[in-house]
């Protein structure tokens, strides 16, 4: 394994830990980290409920607090980590902030817009282009996301049959 490889592994699993923390407070387990030069300028996870916005993603959450860091809306040569595919409003804003890299861990087939629905970062008519990588960590990013909602529906893993989608 390459010290890259490595390094996704780990910053892959905080996003995990981000993700984490969101059901206790009511909110889709999303998690997110935005790294620079191997630098976490900012971590996060949805706070739609929280805040009653429904752009309060994570990867929104952490591009405005990375911009803010950095004292600029052009986030190049930053990776951003996010356990779930991102939406075609998170990954318009990953293009618009010049990510350079986006890892995720589960793919959406419903609303994912990096590769399943959609394809906004490798859109040829935008002027930016993300470098995408998807799966790291996929079958821990997809139980979080099956855990919770098993949680809110109030069944056991033993009452439901649970299918995941193939990866595209």
Excluded at 84 to 100: F, H, K, N, Y
Excluded at 113 to 127: K, Q, T, V, Y
Excluded at 139 to 146: F, K
């Amino acid at each position: 394994m390459t010290t890259g490889q490595t390094q996704d592994l780990a910053f892959m699993r905080l996003a995990l830990e981000q993700a984490k923390l969101a059901p206790s407070a009511g909110e889709v387990p999303i998690g997110t980290l935005l790294v620079h030069n191997g630098e976490i300028l900012a971590k996060a996870h949805n706070l739609r409920e929280a805040l009653q916005d429904p752009t309060a993603h994570a990867e929104m959450i952490a591009i405005r607090e990375a911009a803010a860091k950095l004292g600029s809306w052009r986030l190049t040569g930053c990776t951003l980590y996010v356990t779930l595919e991102p939406c075609p409003m998170c990954a318009g804003a990953i293009v618009q902030s010049r990510i350079a890299r986006l890892v995720f861990g589960a793919w959406d087939p419903k609303a994912g817009a990096c590769g399943s629905l959609l394809d906004i970062p490798a859109e040829p008519r935008l002027n930016h282009r993300v470098r995408v990588e998807g799966g790291l960590l996929e079958e821990e990013s997809q139980m979080v996301l099956q855990d919770f909602f098993r949680n809110r529906r109030g069944l056991s893993k033993s009452d439901e049959q649970i299918i995941i989608p193939p990866s595209p």
